[in-house]
């Protein structure tokens, strides 16, 4: 018969081969929920206030637009600036998409916020006042932004609303 071996006895003081896991210090490090923001979803959220904005936009414009006689020379000039909203609503979706975003469907209140206000130049200074808020929201973005193509769209968008702006601003220093 085998004599058992003897039962091992730890020593008193046992050392571990590694530290001790701190991993519930650091939210969101191996991919659990935590308050650490997502700058995915971050960029994503920044880009559908854009999209939703340039869609009411370029709602808006259209409704202004058809107003006017087919003649008048304000209706070419706010049909160039919505046909530049809704090209930017677009590329911003697509672009949205592309990054892995899901793209919102929704329109900006301010569709609703320029046709409660009165009067074309009232309206039209309203719509100015959107467009620059619109470049200040892209210049927020862009350090956000690490993709290239993404940037290009931005930095397009950023200057054709500074050329609406600039549009807008001569037709209104016109009417008077």
Known sequence: ?????????????????????????FPGHFGEAGDVPDAAAELTARLN??????RAGARVL???RDSLDSRSPVRGLLDQVQRDEGANAVVLYKTIRRLGGEASHETGAFFQKTL???????RLR???KGQAWVVRKIDEVLP???D???????????????????????LLAEEG
């Open 116 to 122: 409660a206000i009165d009067g074309l130049t009232e």
């Open 148 to 170: 290239d193509a993404a940037r290009a769209v931005l930095e397009n968008m950023r200057r054709s609303h500074l050329d609406n702006i600039a549009t807008c601003d001569a």
């Open 62 to 64: 259209a409704v202004l």
């Open 144 to 146: 956000l932004v690490d």
């Open 49 to 54: 206030a854009l999209l939703e904005a340039e």
């Open 126 to 128: 309203f719509v100015n």
């Open 1 to 25: 018969m085998k004599d058992k071996p003897a039962a091992r006895t730890p020593p008193a003081e046992t050392g571990f081969s590694s530290p001790p896991c701190y991993a519930a210090e």
